[in-house]
Nanobody, 129 residues
Framework: QVQLQESGPGLVKPSQTLSLTCTVSGGSITTKFYYWSWSRRPPGKGLEWIGYIAYSGTTYYSPSLKSRTSISRDTSKNQFTLQLSSVTPEDTAVYYC?????????????????????WGKGTLVTVST
């Protein structure tokens, strides 16, 4: 059973870059055909997909966040990382990492809930001075 754990600062100042790491155990992030995803849930709102990185290292981002988002990985540590630049208070949310297996014909779109099979517990990031 794969397990995911988010880590990173709980408080980020406006205009700075939010950086979170997801550590994966029980499975390799290079295993075909899994994708490793970041999502968030702002207070009182629904879940928003941010993007994912494929087993191959290819990245896909939500169009609404693409200009500020970067997802990378460290295969030696079995980790993948989210960086979100120029944050504002509207980026305050619980951030989740997850494993997803999207079909090849639907890559780059917000994954359907049934395509996910493992989630981290989530970590709250507050953007504030």
């Amino acid at each position: 059973q794969v397990q995911l754990q988010e880590s990173g600062p709980g408080l980020v100042k406006p205009s700075q870059t939010l950086s979170l790491t997801c550590t994966v155990s029980g499975g390799s992030i290079t295993t075909k055909f899994y994708y490793w995803s970041w999502s968030r849930r702002p207070p009182g709102k629904g879940l928003e997909w941010i993007g994912y990185i494929a087993y191959s290292g290819t990245t896909y981002y939500s169009p609404s966040l693409k200009s500020r988002t970067s997802i990378s990985r460290d295969t030696s540590k079995n980790q993948f990382t989210l960086q979100l630049s120029s944050v504002t208070p509207e980026d305050t949310a619980v951030y989740y990492c997850a494993r997803v297996e999207p079909p090849y014909y639907d890559l780059g779109s917000s994954p359907r809930p049934e395509w996910y099979d493992s989630w981290g517990k989530g970590t709250l990031v507050t953007v504030s001075t």
